[in-house]
């Protein structure tokens, strides 16, 4: 079994460094189960945090600077701490450079660091490796200054950071959940409020699986950007603070006003609320083929009123509904910003490997394409480790 993502990364830091790191800290992806792009309309989201980890080993240093090393980009930037910090042309580095520029505009001097960064967490799968990453450096900064943000306080500094160096208008679920996540629950979010309900995910019975197309989907590109301001537009134009507050009835009562194309993100958004409370309630109860049912309608409605899915993730869904219940599939839907990544699956337990088996060798015949497949119980969120003086 290979090493995770934090011996890893205190292997690397001890060899690049030459000496081991004082602090390891970690955060997890997510899988958001049900509630695509709900949050940034004050929505409500029911992710998961995954097993899979970014994980930052560091160590201080005396000369006001702050190293970054990426392992998945085998590249080393250092960071001018005495001055203001400035993101980079779509570069990796804009993740963690925003959070420490985040904590330097709250009057925090940052001391110098060495940071390694090591991660499980696929990049471009949907499963939010950037928010990982976020939360783990602000973590870790967290360590060496002493210092303790509450959680939603930490989510909002790390989602300031996606917003501000790396260009994407991102809602809060992916930096809160992992913050909050708890082992073995989902974690029912309402991003106005942001409280906070635990939802028991420990059914044996039962596995969430996640199949990635291996589709990469950049949002910093402008279809997340656009459909954020189609819901504001929307927003506006029914009278409402947010699409949370506006009913089906209304979305159908102005189609007029809205137009055909803002008439439809707005209804993705309205349903997908009920279908989150629906879900979280049907999970409670155990009822697995209802929460399965939900997923399948959240991925109509992604695909047709909001448009952010594409030919992989339909494809995927389609042969999860020809395996369907007889054969361990209870639900799929896309999860993530879309266009690309991956898709959450819900499935007995006992048939999961011959479902991983299945949607493989059915998706590579049909896209030409080979798809990843993990399967993950719900993790805990960030953490730190102080490794000696």
Same mark, same amino acid.
């Given at each position: 079994?290979?090493?995770?993502?934090?011996? +890893?990364?205190?292997?690397?830091?001890?060899?690049?460094?030459?000496?081991?790191?004082?602090?390891?800290?970690?955060?997890?992806?997510?899988?958001?189960?049900?509630?695509?792009?709900?949050?940034?309309?004050?929505?409500?989201?029911?992710?998961?945090?995954?097993?899979?980890?970014?994980?930052?080993?560091?160590?201080?240093?005396?000369?006001?600077?702050?190293?970054?090393?990426?392992?998945?980009?085998?590249?080393?930037?250092?960071? #001018?701490?005495?001055?203001?910090?400035?993101?980079?042309?779509?570069?990796?580095?804009?993740?963690?450079?925003?959070?420490?520029?985040?904590?330097?505009?709250?009057?925090?001097?940052?001391?110098?660091?060495?940071?390694?960064?090591?991660?499980?967490?696929?990049?471009?799968?949907?499963?939010?490796?950037?928010?990982?990453?976020?939360?783990?450096?602000?973590?870790?900064?967290?360590?060496?200054?002493?210092?303790?943000?509450?959680?939603?306080? &930490?989510?909002?500094?790390?989602?300031?950071?996606?917003?501000?160096?790396?260009?994407?208008?991102?809602?809060?679920? #992916?930096?809160?959940?992992?913050?909050?996540? &708890?082992?073995?629950?989902? @974690? &029912?979010?309402?991003?106005?409020?942001?409280?906070?309900?635990?939802?028991?995910?420990?059914?044996?019975?039962?596995?969430?699986?996640?199949?990635?197309?291996?589709?990469?989907?950049?949002?910093?590109?402008?279809?997340?950007?656009?459909?954020?301001?189609?819901?504001?537009?929307?927003?506006?134009?029914?009278?409402?603070?947010?699409?949370?507050?506006?009913?089906?009835?209304?979305?159908?009562?102005?189609?007029?006003?809205?137009?055909?194309?803002?008439?439809? +993100?707005?209804?993705?958004?309205?349903?997908?609320?009920?279908? @989150?409370?629906?879900?979280?309630?049907?999970?409670?109860?155990? #009822?697995?083929?209802?929460? $399965? @049912?939900?997923?399948?309608?959240?991925?109509?409605?992604?695909?047709?009123?909001?448009?952010?899915?594409?030919?992989?993730?339909? @494809?995927?869904?389609?042969?999860?509904?020809?395996?369907?219940?007889?054969?361990?599939?209870? $639900?799929?839907?896309?999860?993530?910003?879309?266009?690309?990544?991956?898709?959450?699956?819900?499935?007995?337990?006992?048939?999961?490997?011959?479902?991983?088996?299945?949607?493989?060798?059915?998706?590579?015949?049909?896209?030409? +394409?080979?798809?990843?497949?993990?399967?993950?119980?719900?993790? $805990?969120?960030?953490?730190?480790?102080? +490794?000696?003086?």
């Amino acid at each position: 079994m290979s090493l995770k993502a934090s011996e +890893r990364a205190i292997a690397r830091f001890s060899d690049r460094v030459g000496h081991a790191p004082r602090w390891v800290a970690s955060a997890p992806g997510r899988v958001n189960l049900i509630g695509e792009h709900t949050d940034y309309s004050d929505g409500f989201v029911l992710p998961m945090a995954i097993d899979a980890r970014t994980a930052v080993a560091a160590g201080p240093r005396n000369d006001g600077r702050l190293t970054l090393y990426s392992a998945a980009f085998n590249e080393s930037i250092a960071l #001018d701490l005495t001055g203001p910090v400035a993101p980079r042309a779509r570069h990796w580095s804009n993740y963690p450079a925003g959070v420490v520029a985040g904590i330097q505009a709250m009057g925090v001097i940052v001391p110098g660091l060495d940071l390694v960064i090591e991660s499980d967490v696929p990049v471009g799968a949907g499963l939010s490796s950037s928010a990982a990453l976020e939360v783990a450096v602000a973590t870790l900064v967290e360590a060496a200054t002493g210092l303790t943000w509450g959680p939603r306080e &930490k989510a909002r500094l790390c989602q300031r950071a996606e917003h501000e160096f790396a260009g994407v208008p991102s809602g809060i679920m #992916d930096q809160l959940v992992a913050v909050l996540a &708890k082992p073995g629950r989902a @974690v &029912k979010i309402d991003c106005r409020s942001l409280d906070a309900e635990y939802v028991d995910l420990t059914d044996p019975g039962v596995t969430v699986m996640i199949v990635n197309t291996n589709v990469r989907h950049d949002l910093a590109d402008g279809a997340y950007a656009d459909r954020r301001a189609a819901c504001v537009e929307a927003a506006s134009r029914l009278g409402v603070e947010a699409l949370r507050d506006a009913t089906l009835d209304q979305c159908q009562q102005h189609a007029g006003a809205l137009g055909p194309q803002l008439c439809a +993100r707005a209804r993705h958004v309205v349903t997908e609320n009920a279908r @989150v409370h629906a879900a979280a309630d049907a999970a409670r109860d155990c #009822d697995w083929d209802r929460v $399965g @049912v939900l997923m399948y309608e959240s991925h109509a409605s992604l695909r047709d009123d909001f448009g952010v899915s594409c030919l992989e993730l339909d @494809v995927l869904v389609e042969i999860s509904q020809s395996i369907g219940r007889a054969g361990g599939v209870l $639900g799929c839907r896309m999860t993530g910003g879309g266009f690309g990544g991956s898709v959450v699956c819900l499935v007995r337990t006992d048939a999961a490997l011959i479902v991983a088996a299945t949607m493989s060798q059915i998706y590579t015949a049909r896209t030409g +394409r080979l798809a990843s497949v993990l399967t993950s119980l719900p993790g $805990g969120g960030a953490e730190v480790r102080r +490794r000696g003086a």
